[in-house]
């Protein structure tokens, strides 16, 4: 007898609930269930690959077969449970970093532990849980950004959220600052309901976007976006960009930020999500004196570790080339030029000429920057 056929109607319901109940015993906010038939995802897809908005994303173009038919990816898998932890972290300091273009500003949900790790670690608890209380060997499969799996357009049919203009999802009662998982699992479960988006005519993720990376409602263009430059571009960020990049070295949030629905976010109840190492609002050139050693000495177990000494080294150069003029920024970016690589050298050197054309009473902050401190310092997002 299959783990599929081994509980009847009446006890798969049942099942349905209580895993709802684990998943929040450890430590998920939010717990949905959808079928493994993705609706409507085919045609937007391509278009977008072929739009090459993937940039030099090589793996989004690849077993796009197994993106739009998500059971090919564990055998026998009847539902998929999609799951939600919050990550904002209390006092973000979002205006602080912001407001000041010589302190780094990294993206909130790389500040702590490795997400990949925690949430990982919780699905697989969560699989062991059903597991132990059915007392079958219920084949199961946990991923997080670990496969070719579209967790949005999954999270959005297990009733966790809308696709915003932004492509994130947001809930109405959480906003989008929270992490996407997957359990993949053998059972037929009682499916949720997607929810109503709730967007509207609202556009302020689209107006705020530094780099206008969202081309059109519901599409990224991500090699415009400064999450892409920062993260998953290995080579040299175009200059077209970098100026609008401003004191970003590790991601952005500027589109949450601005996200009315975000003013109903809750702050994390999740430790390992809290800043490590001091890297909220630290100062540029606080950062820039590390060495390779140091670096990986204070990325580890963080998300940051992965763009490489190189890549930070790219990075803050283009922050401090962007912060206000100083003559000790480019004494440091000198000094850092024998042991950087072809590409973080070109930056370097990008980033004096820069220094070089201001002048010291100058506030490098640009007008986009400028009316998202606006909107934080109204209160958005709730407590942060």
């Known amino acids: 007898m299959t783990?599929?056929?081994?509980?009847?109607?009446?006890?798969?319901?049942?099942?349905?609930?209580?895993?709802?109940?684990?998943?929040?015993?450890?430590?998920?906010?939010?717990?949905?269930?959808?079928?493994?038939?993705?609706?409507?995802?085919?045609?937007?897809?391509?278009?977008?690959?072929?739009?090459?908005?993937?940039?030099?994303?090589?793996?989004?173009?690849?077993?796009?077969?197994?993106?739009?038919?998500?059971?090919?990816?564990?055998?026998?898998t009847a539902s998929i449970i999609s799951v939600r932890l919050d990550y904002l972290p209390e006092n973000a300091g979002f205006s602080t970093s912001l407001n000041d273009p010589n302190k780094a500003y990294i993206s909130r949900y790389a500040i702590g532990r490795d997400y990949h790790k925690v949430l990982r670690n919780k699905l697989k608890q969560l699989g062991q849980k059903i597991e132990l209380e059915t007392e079958l060997n219920i084949g199961f499969r946990p991923f997080v950004d670990s496969a070719p799996v579209l967790e949005r357009p999954i999270a959005e049919q297990a009733g966790l959220g809308w696709t915003g203009k932004h492509t994130l999802i947001i809930h109405k009662d959480a906003g989008s600052w929270f992490f996407l998982g997957e359990l993949f699992i053998n059972l037929p479960l009682v499916e949720d309901q997607p929810v109503q988006e709730e967007c509207g005519n609202c556009v302020a993720c689209i107006t705020i976007c530094p780099t206008a990376a969202i081309v059109e409602p519901y599409v990224v263009d991500a090699r415009?976006?400064?999450?892409?430059?920062?993260?998953?571009?290995?080579?040299?960020?175009?200059?077209?960009?970098?100026?609008?990049?401003?004191?970003?070295?590790?991601?952005?949030?500027?589109?949450?930020?601005?996200?009315?629905?975000?003013?109903?976010?809750?702050?994390?109840?999740?430790?390992?999500?809290?800043?490590?190492?001091?890297?909220?609002?630290?100062?540029?050139?606080?950062?820039?004196?590390?060495?390779?050693?140091?670096?990986?000495?204070?990325?580890?177990?963080?998300?940051?570790?992965?763009?490489?000494?190189?890549?930070?080294?790219?990075?803050?150069?283009?922050?401090?080339?962007?912060?206000?003029?100083?003559?000790?920024?480019?004494?440091?970016?000198?000094?850092?030029?024998?042991?950087?690589?072809?590409?973080?050298?070109?930056?370097?050197?990008?980033?004096?000429?820069?220094?070089?054309?201001?002048?010291?009473n100058e506030n490098p902050v640009n007008k986009k920057t400028a009316r998202l401190i606006r909107v934080i310092e109204k209160g958005l997002p709730r407590d942060a």
């Not at 599929?4 to 209580?18: F, H, K, R, V, Y």
């Not at 269930?33 to 090459?52: F, G, H, P, R, V």
């Open 224 to 360: 415009k976006c400064i999450s892409y430059l920062t993260i998953e571009l290995q080579g040299s960020i175009p200059v077209e960009y970098r100026e609008a990049i401003g004191n970003r070295i590790y991601g952005c949030d500027d589109c949450q930020l601005v996200c009315p629905w975000n003013r109903y976010a809750d702050l994390s109840q999740e430790k390992d999500f809290e800043q490590r190492h001091g890297l909220l609002s630290q100062d540029l050139l606080a950062l820039w004196q590390w060495d390779e050693e140091t670096f990986l000495t204070k990325t580890q177990g963080s998300p940051i570790r992965r763009i490489g000494y190189q890549r930070w080294l790219r990075n803050l150069a283009i922050g401090i080339g962007n912060s206000s003029f100083n003559p000790a920024n480019i004494a440091a970016l000198e000094s850092k030029l024998v042991q950087a690589d072809e590409i973080a050298a070109e930056h370097i050197n990008w980033a004096i000429a820069q220094q070089q054309l201001k002048q010291s």
């Open 3 to 76: 783990t599929q056929t081994a509980l009847n109607s009446e006890q798969l319901a049942q099942l349905s609930i209580d895993i709802k109940k684990w998943g929040k015993e450890l430590g998920f906010q939010h717990v949905g269930i959808s079928s493994t038939e993705l609706l409507n995802q085919d045609e937007a897809y391509q278009k977008w690959i072929k739009n090459n908005y993937h940039g030099d994303m090589d793996y989004m173009n690849r077993n796009i077969d197994l993106r739009l038919n998500p059971a090919q990816l564990h055998p026998n």
